[in-house]
């Protein structure tokens, strides 16, 4: 299984609303990633676990909130989002952190803030 | 600071056209360079990868890369091209460390029949 999937596929919410971004993968990777990517633009990294531990968050507002809770799981929870967070949140994982050169990507949740 | 610039915003090629997309980065230490391929409606899939020996490196679907150290260059190149190669196409960067990828601003090829 060489699959990283992610739910939802599409996620449509509110300014107020508190909802969260799923992410796995059954690969025995042991780092993940957040990358956010804007229509017409490249995939920004966000956050960074390495053996289910934040080892890097690239100054991302505190409305994100990521979540390692196993070596499978990734969350991202997501809390009183702005309009301009709309985005495709993609996902990636890598087999530890020394390997990030080769990280496998799921296919995104396409966020709508309203 | 490492950073990834791709020259190229647009490119429309007729098919059997050959192509090449070009890659500079700045990062002062040993880097891993990639190439990523994100057909419509699909997710990233890597298409090839250099980390270090011959800097010529072959990928899937005939595409090959070349890293020219002193020009600090990773042009993606394929001789001829097909319909099914409209595409996003994203140069990355991996500096050294326990990071992500940094992305260049990709390149939207479009090959018309």
């Known amino acids: 299984d060489t699959e990283v999937t992610q739910t939802p596929k599409h996620l449509v919410m509110g300014m107020t609303n508190k909802k969260s971004l799923k992410c796995e993968q059954h690969?025995?990777?042991?780092?993940m990633y957040w990358y956010k990517q804007k229509a017409k633009k490249p995939p920004e990294l966000m956050f960074v676990y390495s053996y289910e531990k934040l080892s890097i968050n690239e100054s991302v507002p505190s409305r994100f909130s990521p979540e390692c809770p196993n070596s499978s799981l990734l969350n991202l929870h997501l809390h009183a989002l702005q309009p301009e967070d709309s985005a495709l949140y993609l996902c990636?994982?890598?087999?530890?952190?020394?390997?990030?050169?080769?990280?496998?990507f799921g296919p995104g949740t396409r966020l709508t803030v309203t | 600071a490492q950073s990834v610039s791709q020259h190229n915003h647009h490119v429309i090629l007729s098919e059997a056209a050959s192509l090449e997309l070009g890659c500079n980065y700045s990062y002062g230490g040993t880097v891993n360079l990639f190439w990523y391929v994100q057909y419509p409606g699909q997710h990233l899939q890597l298409l090839l990868k250099?980390?270090?020996?011959?800097?010529l490196v072959k990928g899937i679907k005939g595409f090959e890369a070349e890293f020219i150290k002193s020009k600090f260059s990773f042009n993606l190149r394929k001789p001829s091209v097909q319909w099914s190669d409209t595409a996003e196409y994203f140069c990355?960067?991996?500096?050294?460390?326990?990071?992500?990828?940094?992305f260049g601003k990709g390149t939207h090829l479009i090959i018309q029949p």
């Open positions: 250099y980390f270090s020996g011959d800097p």
């Open positions: 990636a994982s890598s087999q530890s952190p020394e390997h990030a050169y080769e990280q496998y």
């Open positions: 690969m025995g990777h042991r780092a």
């Open positions: 990355a960067l991996k500096g050294g460390g326990a990071d992500g990828l940094t």
